[in-house]
């Protein structure tokens, strides 16, 4: 019998988006899923009614306005599957998202955690190709989104993810925990995940004083572990996000004629 892979969701005030989330989980070509969606102490009228009109169908759980982390571990604590999945409640995994992640993770017993390349829609649109994994690389920047297969025995060896990052990066730092005694990354070079950029989602509210603080959280974490990497600091998350913004490629473009070095993209 194929291994069940348990789909967690946190939801909070997403009752527009769920439907469509929920049925891209629905539209898998994996059959062995069990799907568990945990509300965040939602206070818009249109979720709460949603989760009461599916809580029949599928494992609906409530918690406290916690944050994601905890409400993720609260749903993988439930959870009886051999292999996790978090999605967020407004995004979109295509039909052979599952199958094609258990393909490679069944393939080497080493591979920790399968990821695939991402495509953007919403208020942009688009492609992520995350580059080759390496370790040193993710101190510096994360390499792949929360929507990527791992194995409930690494949650369960970590302590799951770190409830204390309310703001975001909580994935992120949940990788460099669950990598940093090994194991390797598999890449499925496709962009099956499908991440939809909002203006009022979490990372859109974000200040660059926030990002700050965030990687100041992962470091003071992880103090050990950057002592012994020399990070390239042009890799940082903060470097990329200047470097990637609308402003700073405009900039590019307009100076591009007076400059004689061919700049970064």
Known sequence: MKPLVSIVIPVYNSGAYLPETIASVNKQTYENIELIIVDNSSDDEHTI??????????????????????????????????????????????????????????????????????ELFGKKSGTIKFPS???????????????????REDW????????????????????????????????????????RIRKESRNSSLKQKDFKLLRRQIWDKHKDLYATYFVDPTESFEYKFIEESTANKVGNLLMKPFMSLKLMK
Not at 95 to 114: G, H, L, N, R, Y
Not at 160 to 182: C, P, S, V
């Open 49 to 118: 009614a949603y989760l009461k009109e599916i809580q029949e169908k599928y494992k609906v759980l409530y918690t406290g306005r916690t944050g994601v982390a905890a409400a993720r571990n609260v749903a993988i604590k439930k959870a009886k599957g051999e292999y996790i999945l978090a999605l967020d409640s407004d995004d979109i995994i295509k039909p052979p998202f599952v199958e094609k992640c258990i393909e490679q993770m069944q393939k080497d017993s080493t591979v920790s955690v399968v990821r695939t390349q991402v």
């Open 156 to 195: 369960e060896r970590i302590g799951g993810f770190d409830a204390d990052f309310i703001l975001g990066f909580e994935d992120w730092e949940y990788w460099i925990n669950l990598l940093k005694d090994g194991g390797k990354v598999a890449t499925i070079e496709e962009p099956l995940f499908r991440y």
């Open 133 to 151: 994994y390496d370790f040193s690389v993710l101190l510096a920047r994360n390499l792949m989104v929360v929507t990527s297969l791992f194995k």
